[in-house]
């Protein structure tokens, strides 16, 4: 599976959008995009996935370049609840495994 | 649904003993994993299961490790015995099918002192 890179630690303020970016140039082309996070004490919580368009659900949009290199994950109105780690995953349409990086530490300010 | 179940919360013990956790996956997901989470290596995949049959193991990190899955709702994840180095917080998850989403259980806190 194809190797993410992502910023160690961003933040924003509560009520704006977070916007959080992740480099994977090699992935393939049946390789999917995922983000999990993660709040503290907790296990990891699914976010979104995608292949090539641009995805949204209840929870986030996900922005993938048309090159599929890199891709951001939008909070809209990002709130206090949504201070987590953030994954972006890369994982195989026939892969079972998630390899998880060391994502990115969001802190939401008030 | 309860979500992904698993016991104990938290487990302290001492070096050479044994420990086992347990993992009680969502009902109707055929697919079982096992994490384990520390600062120094992060979340790292260590065996995972599909209909009770463990399919890669690669992750489990020496023979003082040991998982098993007797059955669709119950697995279990064993060290004997235990070191101050697996302290850490254990977490199983499950999914459905070739579903796209895995349910993460709460984890469990282990200290070996």
């Known amino acids: 599976d194809a190797k993410t890179t992502q910023p160690p630690s961003m933040d924003c303020a509560e009520g704006r959008a977070a916007n959080l970016p992740c480099n994977h140039s090699t992935i393939s082309g049946n390789e999917y995009v995922y983000w999990y996070r993660q709040i503290h004490s907790q296990g990891p919580q699914y976010i979104i996935h995608g292949l090539k368009n641009n995805e949204t659900n209840e929870m986030a949009s996900l922005i993938i370049t048309e090159d599929r290199k890199s891709s951001t994950l939008i909070l809209p109105h990002a709130t206090l609840r949504d201070t987590a780690v953030y994954y972006c995953i890369v994982r195989g349409s026939s892969g079972d495994k998630l390899t998880f990086g060391t994502g990115t530490r969001l802190a939401v300010r008030p | 649904d309860a979500g992904v179940i698993q016991s104990p919360r938290h487990e302290v013990t001492e070096m050479g003993q044994e420990v086992t956790l347990r993992c009680k996956p969502i009902?109707?997901?055929?697919?079982l994993f096992w994490y384990r989470q520390t600062m120094m290596r992060g979340l790292e995949l260590l065996i995972y299961?599909?209909?009770?049959?463990?399919?890669?193991d690669s992750g489990m990190p020496e023979d003082r490790f040991s998982a098993k899955m007797p059955n669709a709702s119950f697995s279990t994840l064993k060290i004997q015995p235990s070191e101050p180095r697996d302290s850490a917080v254990y977490f199983c998850?499950?999914?459905?099918?070739?579903?796209?989403?895995?349910?993460f259980g709460p984890g469990t806190r282990l200290t070996v002192t």
């Open positions: 998850a499950s999914r459905q099918g070739a579903g796209y989403e895995q349910y």
């Open positions: 299961f599909n209909n009770n049959v463990p399919i890669d």
């Open positions: 009902s109707g997901h055929d697919y």
